[in-house]
């Protein structure tokens, strides 16, 4: 195995700590990425829209989400709605909907928003980490709690 980290599963088998992370059109995910493969020691997977004729994004990120234990959204200001009031890109929401519904704890998400982001109502109750614009790296000692708390109880469980 690499650098990254591991953990046994539940059939024995040594397995990479994967973080699945969520962005839009904003260039901050490449910090978050390097933060997490380099100095938290984790796989990650991200999904680049890359247009090939005939391919489902749904079945690409049902494929690629298989193998993560948890995923790290950031929700930056993508799109202008109105008044300068802004929100994701709708490809994050429904990407931070689809993992509620597949992992096992809600606190396997963490939501990276930033400050001026609108958040959508579903979304009220989840706990997220803001930061200001172009700050995203502000966020790096409370990502890498919730991760590692996260990849603890992994390790936890098969003990």
């Known amino acids: 195995m690499s650098e990254y980290r591991t953990y ?27 933060f997490i493969n380099h100095s938290l020691n984790f796989k990650t997977v991200v999904l680049i829209e890359d247009n090939i004729p005939g391919k489902i994004i749904i079945d690409d990120l049902e494929e690629n989400i298989e193998d993560c234990e948890c995923a790290v959204a950031i929700m930056s200001k993508d799109d202008k709605i109105a008044d300068n009031k802004y929100i994701s890109r709708q490809n994050v929401l429904f990407e931070i909907g689809y993992c509620i519904g597949v992992f096992e704890e809600r606190e396997d998400l963490v939501i990276l928003k930033e400050k001026s982001v609108e958040i959508n109502s579903d979304l009220y109750g989840l706990i997220y980490i803001p930061y200001s614009e172009d700050n995203i790296d502000s966020t790096f000692h409370k990502l890498a709690e919730r991760l590692e708390e996260i990849y603890e109880d992994y390790c936890d469980e098969d003990e």
Do not use: A, L
């Open 8 to 34: 046994i599963n539940e059939d024995g088998e040594e397995k990479y700590f994967t973080v699945f992370i969520i962005h839009g059109h904003s260039d901050t995910w490449r910090n978050v990425e390097r």
